[in-house]
């Protein structure tokens, strides 16, 4: 692999170029309801296709995932999608018919599932009574106020379910920030969720498809190489990576 001058200033345009020539489009929010359809693989990624989500039922189930991978693997939440999708609850309305107790039993594998149950009842009941059931875009204050909602989940909802250009940022990019300018992962005062969310929205173009691309490119990294034990070599960040660097 060529070398590469160490990424000594915050660099975001130049990480997000180089994971996207490595990994190519993620095609996310995956959307299980919509398996194989055309431009979608059996999984429901859809690589380029940065119109989806595109009616209020998607959107909804962006919001319903979301939640749901909260503290859990993706590959449980699907399962969870899968039987919803199933048992037509990819919707406000039917959500709510069920009561806490039978919905908690549907959504078990994605874990925490009687405190997730009554969180999707309060998403729903938002969606149908506040967003017009899901044909209003809501403010991020306004998801913020729902009992189980951070600003992480918020973000993924806007940007996944409702196309509004915010940086999402996870446990995966604060390890990649850390490791890349070699700081201490224990201290992180400076990398708090606002203050490196604003620091990569003020360094990348204001773009949802960039904000798309580059919160899951990070994911497929963290996954692949900056696991919470690092696997450098072969990583396409290791030769400006100060961490990456020394291994």
Not at 64 to 93: C, F, M, Y
């Amino acid at each position: 692999m060529p070398e590469q001058a160490p990424y000594n200033e915050f660099a975001p345009e130049k990480i997000y170029r180089t994971l996207y020539s490595y990994y190519g489009p993620q095609g996310w929010w995956p959307l299980v309801s919509y398996r194989k359809r055309q431009g979608f693989n059996e999984r429901g990624y859809h690589p380029e296709i940065y119109w989806e989500p595109g009616s209020a039922s998607s959107s909804f189930e962006v919001a319903l995932g979301a939640v749901l991978t909260q503290n859990t693997s993706w590959k449980n939440v699907e399962a969870v999608l899968a039987r919803l999708h199933e048992l037509d609850l990819i919707d406000p309305a039917n959500i709510l018919s069920l009561q806490t107790d039978d919905l908690a039993l549907l959504i078990r594998p994605s874990g925490y599932f009687n405190q997730k149950a009554r969180k999707l009842h309060i998403l729903a009941e938002f969606f149908l009574s506040k967003l017009d059931d899901g044909k209003r875009i809501p403010a991020r204050e306004e998801l913020l106020a729902l009992w189980g909602i951070g600003p992480e989940t918020a973000d993924s909802i806007l940007l996944y379910g409702f196309h509004v250009p915010v940086f999402v940022v996870d446990t995966y990019t604060n390890r990649l920030v850390d490791r890349l300018y070699a700081k201490d992962e224990t201290s992180r005062d400076s990398l708090r969720y606002h203050g490196l969310q604003e620091l990569f929205q003020k360094n990348l173009p204001e773009s949802e498809v960039i904000f798309n691309e580059f919160h899951a490119l990070i994911v497929h990294l963290a996954k692949d190489y900056c696991r919470s034990k690092p696997l450098c070599p072969g990583c396409p960040l290791q030769p400006g990576c100060l961490t990456g660097s020394h291994r």
